[in-house]
Each structure stands twice: as C-alpha cells, then as structure tokens.
C-alpha cells in the first residue's frame, strides 16, 4: 500500500512537473509577443507628408492613437483651419502658413499617463503669382491686373491702403495688389503715389466722367 501510495505521488510530481512548466513557458511566449505587438499598435503615430509647403498651401497632419480631447497645438507662423478624420481612424489634422521662411508647430498630447510633445519644422516657400501676373496689363486703372477696369480695381486700391499688411505688394492675401497693379492705379497724377485720390479717379471714369 506504502509503495503504491509513493509511486503515485511520484507519477503525479513527474505528470505536474513535466507538463506545468512548458505550459507556463509557452503562455509566457505568447503572452510576451502579445504585448509587445499591442504596445507598439497603440503607440501615437504622426505621419506628414512632406516639410516644405507653398504659402498658404494647406497641408495636413495625420495622428493615430491619440485622444483629440488631449492634444493641443503650439503654432508659429502656422494656424489649424479644420480638423477631421479619415477611413483609417486617423485624425487628420490641416494647417496653412501665413507667411513665407520658417513655420513651427508643436504637438502636445497625452499618452500613457504622461504629456509627450512633437516638434515639426516646415519651410514655407513663397506663393508664385509671378506667372499668373506676367499677363500682367499696362491698363490705366487695372489695380488687380485682370485686364479691365471696373469697381474691383477701386475696392482693391482701398484695400491696399487701408490694409497693407494684407494688400499691400507684400500682402498676406492671396490678392494682393502686385507692383504692376500699383503702376496701373497711380492715374492721378496731381498726387504723387498711389492715394485715395487715384481710387476717386477710377470711380470717376467708370462713371464716363473723365479719362484715365
Ligand atoms: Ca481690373
């Protein structure tokens, strides 16, 4: 009975000690490989297609596996104009630079209980109007260089006056008054340069007043 009793228990220590450990080793394995694989699936992924960008060129930002509630966004010379997302669960994320040289954004967000940051730089190259603008016309008060003259070209002198951060020769707008523009709009020539005198004049003409 003794020796039966012992030749069992040591069956069952051989039957527990030979399979229980390669149990544990291979779910340990799978457990591992597992994890790991899900780690790097729920990593935040930035992807951006290129770092030079015309000005005022949208271009976009795409973000997996971040909250949106916990990011935000530090911008220089750069400013978010929509946000959406696309078939691939991505946060597509659009910008537009206001200017040309060197535009910054950082990307602050949460991710595994800490606030990580990503820091991109672009290069904004200036916008070419230069060819739409070498048909550019020698019309008498054709401000906006289209060919004709009409109550456009007065709007756009008044706007280059008021506001030539925007519409000035190195307006941020995209129509802006051009040097040519500004040679065409100079029709008054009692006054020295472009004023309000010469959008006057223009209004004039338009209404068969007087000739340019
Ligand atoms: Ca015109």
């Not at 990011?71 to 696309?86: A, L, P, R, T, Y």
């Amino acid at each position: 009975m003794k020796i039966r009793r012992i030749i069992a228990a040591v069956m069952a220590l051989v039957l527990v000690g030979g399979a229980y450990p390669s149990n544990a080793v291979n779910t340990r394995n799978i457990g591992k490989v597992y994890a790991a694989e899900t780690a790097e699936e729920k990593e935040p992924k930035f992807l951006i297609e290129k770092d030079e960008y015309k000005r005022l060129e949208p271009f976009s930002i795409k973000v997996k596996n971040v909250d949106p509630a916990i990011i935000s966004f530090v911008e220089e010379n750069i400013e978010e104009v929509s946000k959406s997302s696309d078939e691939d669960g991505n946060l597509v994320f659009t910008f537009k630079a206001r200017k040309s040289g060197e535009a910054h954004l950082i990307i602050n967000y949460g991710f595994d209980g800490e606030t990580r940051e990503q820091r991109y730089n672009f290069n904004i190259l200036d916008e070419e109007y230069t060819e739409e603008n070498t048909q550019d016309t020698n019309v008498k008060g054709d401000a906006n260089c289209d060919g004709s003259v009409d109550m456009s070209d007065v709007v756009l002198i008044m706007q280059a006056l008021a506001n030539p951060n925007k519409y000035g020769v190195n307006g941020t707008e995209k129509f802006h008054i051009t040097q040519q523009g500004m040679k065409n709009s100079d029709v008054d020539t009692t006054v020295k340069g472009v004023t309000v005198s010469d959008a006057l004049k223009i209004q004039r003409y338009l209404l068969g007043a007087v000739e340019l």
